[in-house]
């Protein structure tokens, strides 16, 4: 059975903490992705990666990072966490090519920022 | 960047009536896609539309692509509890970014 697995389900940091989101696939895809999920915002791209130490912009980077050293994970940082970052981010992989196909999602990790 | 709207936002109707959410894109589209997302979980892929009008079935679901490939929706005929999510489309653009619609989420009462 395929698996996108995001390490933690639920985390509360505080202001300023550093904080790691992991996520591995088992699928062998070159695409992976991060997503925050906000009420009435839907999901918003943060990063995504197309290959290993390939990583681009989605349309909210700002205060994220991201890392992909494996094909198999893709990492989600948080430098300096603030409150506004509290959300559920929700990790997604995919197969690669020019269009992208269908994503595969982890159970998502649930980030509170006290 | 792309700007995707999705209507409508929320929708309750009573099981057996029919829904429908429609996805509309300010750029011409590559592709479509639709997921799922029931309370609690993740989004799961339903389907991926990529010719001009296209329709495809799934039991009570039809999904539709705009001649234009600009729009799309999404329509369950006699909905049923097991319904009830939030609908999202993800439109493509070709280079392997996905954004998502804001999605519509359905209730539906027995």
């Known amino acids: 059975d395929v698996k996108v697995t995001q390490s933690s389900r639920y985390l509360v940091k505080r202001t300023g903490e550093k904080v790691f989101l992991e996520c591995v696939q088992d699928m062998d895809h070159e695409n992976m992705f991060w997503y925050r999920q906000d009420p009435g915002l839907g999901l918003r791209l943060i990063y995504f990666s197309y290959d290993v130490k390939m990583k681009e912009k989605g349309d909210i980077p700002e205060g994220y990072s991201v890392s992909r050293e494996k094909k198999e994970r893709f990492s989600l940082i948080l430098e300096s966490a603030s409150t506004n970052q509290t959300s559920m981010y929700l990790c997604?992989?995919?197969?690669?090519?020019?269009?992208?196909?269908?994503?595969?999602f982890g159970e998502g990790s649930r980030l509170t920022v006290l | 960047g792309q700007q995707v709207m999705q209507i409508p936002q929320y929708q309750h109707v009573q099981e057996g009536e029919d829904f429908t959410t429609y996805c509309n894109s300010s750029t011409t589209l590559s592709n479509i896609q639709w997921y799922k997302q029931r309370p609690g979980g993740h989004p799961v892929f339903l389907i991926q539309?990529?010719?001009?009008?296209e329709v495809k079935k799934q039991k009570r679901l039809t999904f539709q692509f705009g001649e234009a490939k600009k729009n799309s929706s999404l329509h369950i005929t006699a909905t049923q509890t097991t319904d009830v999510g939030t609908y999202f489309c993800?439109?493509?653009?070709?280079?392997?970014?996905?954004?998502f619609g804001t999605g519509t989420r359905l209730l539906v009462s027995p």
């Open positions: 997604a992989s995919s197969h690669g090519g020019s269009n992208t196909g269908e994503l595969f």
């Open positions: 539309l990529v010719k001009s009008g």
């Open positions: 993800a439109p493509g653009t070709g280079f392997q970014k996905l954004v």
